[in-house]
T-cell receptor
Framework: EAQVTQNPRYLITVTGKKLTVTCSQN?????MSWYRQDPGLGLRQIYY???????DKGDVPEGYKVSRKEKRNFPLILESPSPNQTSLYFC????????????????FGQGTRLTVV | QQQVKQSPQSLIVQKGGIPIINCAYE??????FPWYQQFPGKGPALLIA?????SEKKEGRFTISFNKSAKQFSLHIMDSQPGDSATYFC??????????FGAGTRLTVKP
């Protein structure tokens, strides 16, 4: 089954304690991205990756890091989490632009609800 | 700053009604406009999408209307059902697949 898998689904942590949220896709997609979802603000892009070893900042990258060492994995790292990073996080993947469909559908994971106290 | 502006923030309709959700954008590089549907506890899933070379696209009870000159597009849900209750996001992307989302509309369809 084609899917994007995020772990963990729920996480409560303390300020300053480094954490990693993993994301893995089994569709051989080149493009992966991370979003955070906050009430009234919708989905805001944190980082994206066009392919292995290629990452770039989205709209709200401060306080986050990512890496793309393998095509299937795109972990999100919070080196020193703060309470304002309490949010619902989604990983998404899609095939590269210029597919036969003209544009690629983004597939989302189930989300990770992070609380930083 | 939101690159895609979506309204309303929430919407309540009776079963059988036709909710309409509106979106507007500024960036003329956007050339793909999908709508995503999100149920509680789930990630967003693609519902329907349109490219700017057509003014309307219909899939089942869902229709996108697109006005290129006004840089606006909207989602209409015909004969809405309680099962359509969800959060709907409009989005826009450019040819690098860089996608920007609206703030979302929480739709409630009452029986």
């Amino acid at each position: 089954e084609a899917q994007v898998t995020q772990n963990p689904r729920y996480l409560i942590t303390v300020t300053g304690k480094k954490l990693t949220v993993t994301c893995s896709q089994n569709m051989n997609h080149e493009y992966m991205s991370w979003y955070r979802q906050d009430p009234g603000l919708g989905l805001r892009q944190i980082y994206y990756s066009m392919n292995v070893e290629v990452t770039d900042k989205g709209d709200v990258p401060e306080g986050y890091k990512v890496s793309r060492k393998e095509k299937r994995n795109f972990p999100l790292i919070l080196e020193s989490p703060s309470p304002n990073q309490t949010s619902l996080y989604f990983c998404a993947s899609s095939s590269s632009p210029g597919t036969h469909a003209g544009r690629a559908e983004a597939f989302f994971g189930q989300g990770t609800r992070l609380t930083v106290v | 700053q939101q690159q895609v502006k979506q309204s309303p923030q929430s919407l309540i309709v009776q079963k059988g009604g036709i909710p309409i959700i509106n979106c507007a954008y500024e960036n003329t590089a956007f050339d793909y406009f999908p709508w995503y549907q999100q149920f509680p506890g789930k990630g967003p899933a693609l519902l329907i999408a349109i490219r700017p070379d057509v003014s309307e696209k219909k899939e089942g009870r869902f229709t996108i209307s697109f006005n290129k000159s006004a840089k606006q597009f909207s989602l209409h849900i015909m004969d809405s059902q309680p099962g359509d209750s969800a959060t709907y996001f409009c989005a826009a992307s450019d040819n690098n697949n860089d996608m920007r989302f609206g703030a979302g509309t929480r739709l409630t369809v009452k029986p």
